[in-house]
């Protein structure tokens, strides 16, 4: 609309458009006017009338043929519709907000729906909010949300999104997530796809994306920099959420050797045994140089319990400066601070069918 009113005149945006009539068999409008002989749209009269109203355009500096100035903020315009085709409201291969969720959607189509159906401080509920488009739209735009989904690996994600969005400073509550060693036991039981997908989140690491019986050892990677080392590095994850045995310490020892990987950790709800803190010692240490030039040494095999990793222990790993596991989502200011907010993740009762193929996104 605004590439159409390209002139300006005052501050006003108008068009010129055409005063020649398209039907050349028409005597009483055919006349000279300021030197160019047509046959018009309107009468002498009408035209002459027009030009003291200041309402005709004289291109090629008042040499060529009048045309009319129709004036934008004088257009009737049209009702809105219920189909947007505006490209701000499509979301391209290469956008850089994309977060690597097949079914994200924009930013601004979100916003959009919610400006038109709510105000500030009102509630936005998304039961299937997916990478979380729609509750960070209603964060930037003032409103209180919840957003569910049934899948950790989503919420996972979300999180990652609205740190990386608003900062450390938003505050939200996540509801259905185990918050000790009972309830990880049971969301292992009920499925260990979601048991994973959780875990792995607790580490900050994200789920391998391939076929059941084809991750090949891994259940998920982690990468940060090490400039020492000369940039991306990877860490690998093998979780396990039965009974424990020396062998899955063995295997990830050679898991990490044919990945050519910096460091593994296998993932585990019982605690080792000495025998496989003995097997994950003997895979030696990644070394590598901090800021000031001093050598730290990490284990390269590293067992990880849920307990532990409740508690708040995490990878010992080099300092990262950056997040490159998970595509950072665009900073945003809210337009209102928010309260204390929930993210429900819905942990089933009854144990679902287990994918053959990659994980079911909603």
């Not at 593994?264 to 895979?283: D, F, Q, W």
């Amino acid at each position: 609309m605004l590439a159409q009113y390209g002139l300006t005149e005052e501050g006003r945006r108008f068009q010129a458009t055409s005063l020649l009539n398209p039907n050349p068999d028409r005597p009483n409008l055919t006349y000279d006017f300021h030197g160019h002989h047509k046959v018009w749209r309107w009468t002498k009269e009408r035209m002459e009338q027009a030009e003291h109203e200041g309402r005709l355009y004289f291109p090629k500096a008042g040499k060529g043929v009048p045309r009319e100035k129709r004036y934008l903020d004088e257009q009737e315009g049209y009702p809105l519709q219920d189909v947007w085709i505006d490209k701000s409201l499509r979301l391209g291969a290469q956008d850089p907000e994309r977060l690597g969720y097949p079914t994200q959607k924009p930013t601004p189509l979100l916003e959009r729906l919610i400006n038109a159906s709510s105000n500030p401080c009102d509630v936005v509920l998304d039961p299937f909010c997916g990478c979380g488009t729609a509750i960070a739209a209603a964060q930037k735009l003032g409103r209180e949300w919840i957003g569910i989904d049934i899948t950790h690996l989503a919420i996972t994600l979300i999180k990652h999104r609205l740190r990386d969005a608003f900062g450390d400073s938003l505050t939200f509550e996540v509801i259905g997530e185990p918050v000790d060693q009972a309830s990880a036991v049971m969301l292992a039981e009920q499925d260990p796809y979601q048991f994973q997908w959780w875990v792995l989140g607790l580490v900050g690491a994200r789920p391998t994306e391939q076929k059941k019986g084809a991750d090949r050892g891994i259940d998920g990677r982690l990468y940060f920099y090490d400039d020492s080392k000369g940039g991306t590095k990877q860490i690998i994850f093998s979780v396990k959420a039965g009974h424990l045995t020396p062998a899955y310490v063995r295997d990830l020892h050679g898991v990490i050797e044919r990945e050519k990987a910096q460091i593994g950790v296998l993932l585990t709800m019982e605690e080792p045994t000495r025998e496989m803190r003995k097997e994950a010692a003997s895979a030696g240490f990644y070394d590598s140089w901090g800021m000031e030039e001093a050598k730290r040494r990490y284990p390269r095999l590293q067992i990880l319990t849920v307990e532990e990793l409740l508690g708040g222990k995490g990878v010992d790993r080099p300092p990262s400066r950056g997040e490159v596991t998970f595509k950072k989502a665009p900073r945003v200011y809210a337009e209102a601070e928010q309260g204390l907010l929930a993210l429900a993740a819905e942990t089933p009762t009854e144990k679902p069918p287990r994918p053959t193929k990659r994980p079911r996104r909603r």
